[in-house]
């Protein structure tokens, strides 16, 4: 398995433009995490879905951030517009529902965002 | 709301040193604890975990112990190798019903190992 993938690696972009992130879960999970990594706040959920369907979105920072799950096997995080303070490291995991909060998330390589 | 607090780093020891990484909790309910270890440029593995009161989880030659009473679990290991450098996070996860989840991260540990 690929495991979790997670495109583009590194994105810049400047002050008021659309971001996009992109993720691909482990095929056969049903859970996927959105969470943004910054050496001052740490790592910060921002929203999961459970069979694509919105569970919590309450770490969601602003209404410029949006997440959708078309499928089972893609989820997109949207910035717009962005700003210089979304600068960060975003992280897509996934995991099995089956076992409940036991099982461990897989973690995808994150996308570096930087904004100018 | 839930919290997980670890002992700030950045931590550099010696090869072969012992390490522990402090960290408690603050949650209602029973949840389980995790460490993640984050290696540079990578995303979170999952290190150890454990579910219930007095479990050890290990792995690696990393324990943790989850202890209740004092609401920590504590990351240990015995003699660090210079392969060990990274960042640990601990973390705990309650269920809180309907397929919701309480998730909650620490603020991470760096480890340095020098040879």
């Known amino acids: ?19 996009t992130l992109r993720c691909k ?25 459970n069979n694509n369907v ?3 979105d309450s770490g969601m920072p602003e209404d410029r951030f949006s997440a959708k799950m078309p499928n089972a096997s893609f989820s997109t ?8 303070r979304d600068s960060a490291v975003y992280f897509c995991a996934s995991s099995l529902a089956r076992g409940g ?14 904004v100018l | 709301g839930d919290s997980v ?32 270890v984050q290696y ?16 050890k989880g290990s792995n690696k030659g990393f324990e943790a112990t989850y202890r209740k009473e004092t609401t920590s679990f504590h990351l240990e290991k015995g003699s660090v190798q210079v392969s060990d450098s990274a960042v640990y996070f601990c ?6 019903g309907a397929g919701s989840y309480q998730l909650t991260f620490g603020k991470g540990t760096k480890l340095s190992v020098i040879p």
Not at chain 1, 25 to 49: A, K, V
Not at chain 2, 91 to 96: G, I, K, N
């Open chain 1, 101 to 114: 909060p036991y099982n461990e998330q897989f973690f995808g390589p994150g996308t570096r965002l930087t």
């Open chain 1, 25 to 49: 879960p482990i095929s056969g999970h049903d859970y996927l995490f959105w969470y943004r990594q910054t050496m001052m706040r740490g790592l910060e959920l921002l929203i999961y879905f």
């Open chain 1, 54 to 56: 919105p569970i919590d």
């Open chain 1, 77 to 84: 995080l949207k910035i717009q517009p962005s700003e210089p």
């Open chain 1, 1 to 19: 398995d690929a495991g979790v993938i997670q495109s583009p690696r590194h994105e810049v972009t400047e002050m008021g433009q659309e971001v």
């Open chain 2, 5 to 36: 607090t670890q002992m700030e780093g950045p931590v550099t020891l010696s090869e072969e040193a012992f390490l522990t990484i402090n960290c408690t909790y603050t949650a209602t309910g029973y949840p389980s604890l995790f460490w993640y």
């Open chain 2, 91 to 96: 973390a705990l996860r309650r269920y809180s």
């Open chain 2, 40 to 55: 540079p440029g990578e995303g979170l593995q999952l290190l150890l975990k454990a579910t219930k009161a007095d479990d």
